[in-house]
């Protein structure tokens, strides 16, 4: 019987995955990484007993402070726009998994994503979700291919409507019927500015400062760069009665830089913190990029160059809208995820 370590929140998603796995023969060791809040569920506790599942619960809060919450709140302090779903996935929840993995001698670990892993030739990549709504490739790209050999995704090949209904079929609605999960796990319904005022230094983000165009004309005032992101309209002074966007939070002058929504397109970024499956793999034809995870994204296809210093060069045959540094941008060629990066600008 082939053992394998499962990610396991308690939502319907990993109840799913524990599902699939046992049907394929598997044994399955639950764990639940503690990385916010409380512990396991006592739903969670009951369906691994009923299933004959051991549940081991793995302390991760340390970590995810460290390369999760941190980071988050530094990255908005110096006016970027990081996507905290990108790092817990890259440097938590899978770390974790497989140091738990090894720990047991296990080769396999599961996770409930929707996301297919394919093998070409020996190389694992992650391919998008059957369910195009909630594919969450986009999230994945900084996985290295080692610890893809031994990745196993049950739901890639599923809608959510069509898990929902596997397990209400198996007798577990109580995990069917469950409300999807919105938001910033950590911020627990917290405005995620509240948040970052009240995880940094007093007035960090905070203080008012000027509204200029890019010429340096002063349009107003703005209550705070912590209250803004790039492409924002709302709390921008209009210039000569047409609307205005975000376009750069200059965080040492304290000034919220401004233009019209024409100027926020851009044909270039630059990458950062990159991580590619084949480096060779972006020298060919059909390559796409992805900045947003949900969203406006650029469609057309991509040409990239690879800097002396490391970072990626991308010129898009059609425009993206407001990007914002700290953003990721993961890399395709038709289903297949290539890998990614950070948006320096």
Not at 142 to 165: H, N, Q, S, W, Y
Not at 176 to 185: H, K, L, N, R, Y
Request: glycine share 12%; with cysteine.
């Amino acid at each position: 019987m082939k053992r394998v370590v499962l990610g396991m929140s308690g939502g319907v998603d990993s109840a799913a995955a524990a599902l699939l796995l046992q049907e394929r023969g598997c044994e399955v060791t639950a764990v639940h990484l503690r990385l916010a809040g409380d512990g396991p569920s006592a739903g969670l506790i009951r369906f691994c007993s009923e299933r004959g599942m051991e549940l081991v619960c793995v302390d991760g809060r340390e970590l995810f402070d460290r390369e999760v919450i941190r980071p988050f709140v530094r990255d908005y302090r110096n006016g970027r726009t990081p996507n905290p779903c990108v790092y817990c996935n890259n440097a938590v929840k899978w770390r974790l998994l497989q140091e738990e993995a090894d720990r047991r001698g296990i080769a396999k670990i599961a996770t409930g994503h929707y996301v297919r892993i394919l093998d070409d030739n020996g190389t694992p990549y992650i391919h998008k979700g059957k369910d195009g709504e909630k594919d969450q490739s986009y999230f994945l790209w900084g996985l290295k291919k080692e610890l893809l050999a031994r990745a196993v995704t049950p739901l890639g090949d599923f809608t959510k409507k069509e898990i929902r209904l596997l397990v209400a079929g198996r007798g577990y609605s109580a995990f069917s019927g469950q409300p999807e999960s919105m938001g910033v796990c950590f911020l627990n319904g917290m405005d995620y500015r509240e948040f970052i005022r009240s995880n940094a230094p007093a007035g960090a983000g905070s203080l008012p400062g000027e509204i200029t165009d890019r010429a340096g004309n002063r349009l107003g005032y703005h209550s705070g760069l912590l209250n803004y992101t790039v492409g924002q309209k709302r709390e921008v002074p209009l210039r000569d009665g047409q609307p205005m966007y975000v376009a750069v939070l200059d965080t040492v002058a304290g000034k919220l830089i401004v233009d019209s929504k024409e100027q926020l397109f851009s044909r270039e970024l630059l990458l950062g913190n990159v991580h590619l499956i084949d480096p060779g793999d972006i020298r060919h034809p059909g390559l796409e990029v992805k900045i947003r995870g949900i969203g406006q994204n650029p469609e057309g296809a991509v040409q990239a160059e690879e800097l002396p210093d490391g970072t990626l060069r991308l010129r898009l045959s059609s425009p993206a809208w407001a990007v914002a540094p700290g953003q990721p941008a993961a890399l395709y060629r038709q289903e297949r995820l290539l890998g990614g990066g950070i948006i320096i600008a």
